[in-house]
């Protein structure tokens, strides 16, 4: 049985990025969605990984607004101002390694623990974005270090909270998705605008994947298109 039942409460954490605002976008015209509450560095209460004491304050004061049966996470880094994706080892570097780590495994990971507090435990799931690139056996390409590796580290951790949630709340289901490449801040160095998706399509494509899950779902790492990808 389908474990986003309607009418649903959604929260997107990671509003105002990309894919995020093309997920506010999709929910607050969806009928089935009666609330759809955005958190991002700029809302308020407001979440910035950077700060982690923001993710339990964040949490703890959107509680009267749940439980939520739909939670999208779409935080994650790939670039900054200061640094590209490593092509080889020598390019590696301890505060790359170590930023998106905070950013893209560590936050994502404290946002579970702290939100998965107001999940509906009659029928709810929640969603971390990852990346098929994250995937250690799909890994042909090499390069994208820190990238890869902080995503491989979210999924287990997403992994690892999936089974201790099928216990306490054996009717949520905690998955990784992956969205395919979108058009986006984040894709537009590598040719996103030419190669990526738009990203409402994407958005789209996530939110029906997300409406056909069920429990036994919970603990995968799922592409846009519903296929299961290997870890
Ligand atoms: N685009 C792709 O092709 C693609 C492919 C595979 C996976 N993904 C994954 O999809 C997710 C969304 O990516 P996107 O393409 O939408 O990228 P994006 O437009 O760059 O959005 C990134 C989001 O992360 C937020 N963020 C970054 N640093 C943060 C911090 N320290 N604290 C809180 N929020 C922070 C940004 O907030 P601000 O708005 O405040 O900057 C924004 O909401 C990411 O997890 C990415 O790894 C994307």
Known sequence: MALLSQPYRALIIGSTGTIGSAFME???EKTSCIECIGLSRQSAPSIDYQDPNSIQAAAKALSSSGPFQLIINTIGVLHSADWMPEKRLEDLNSDQLIELMKINAIGPALTISHFSKLLDPNHSVMATLSAKVGSIEDNR?????????????LNMLIKTASIELARSKPNTALIALHP???NSRLSKPFRGEQIGRPPLDAANDMLKVIEGLNKEDSGSFISYSGERLPW
Request: charged share 10%; aromatic share 16%; proline share 0%.
């Open 180 to 182: 395919g490449t979108v």
């Open 141 to 153: 390409l090499g390069g994208w270090y820190s990238y890869r590796a902080s995503k491989a580290a």
């Open 26 to 28: 999709l929910l607050q």
